[in-house]
């Protein structure tokens, strides 16, 4: 039984998944925005969020627990330094999902996540 066990599979083995949202994850951080399925966005939302909280409390660990997922130097950098900035009074709610309609070939929902603008 499934009781208590929260997140989605994607038909996908764990490492696959754990991966796959990695590099969702740093994508959004990145970039700023990516298109995906709604699926994937709700599950990556408590990804990013934690990430940026984890920033704004610029320490050694905090660092090491952003670099579990993250894994590029140069962008936990941007992170701690300057996207976690501007969200210091904010205490949640850092991605906007924004639905774009259905996939053409098997017609999954669409949408945009993107960071809030401050």
Do not use: P
Request: charged residues 30%; contains cysteine.
């Amino acid at each position: 039984m499934r009781h208590l066990k929260s997140g989605r599979k994607f038909n996908r083995n764990n490492s696959h998944r754990k991966s796959m949202l990695s590099n969702l994850a740093t994508s959004i951080l990145y970039h700023r925005q990516v298109k995906t399925t709604l699926a994937k966005a709700k599950d990556v939302r408590k990804i990013v969020e934690r990430i940026i909280t984890w920033g704004k409390n610029d320490t050694v660990h905090h660092r090491r627990l952003i670099f579990r997922i993250v894994k590029d130097r140069s962008l936990i950098k941007d992170i701690c330094n300057n996207i976690s900035n501007k969200y210091i009074e904010r205490h949640g709610g850092f991605l906007q999902i924004i639905k774009l309609g259905f996939r053409k070939g098997d017609n999954a929902k669409m949408v945009i996540v993107k960071l809030v603008n401050k």
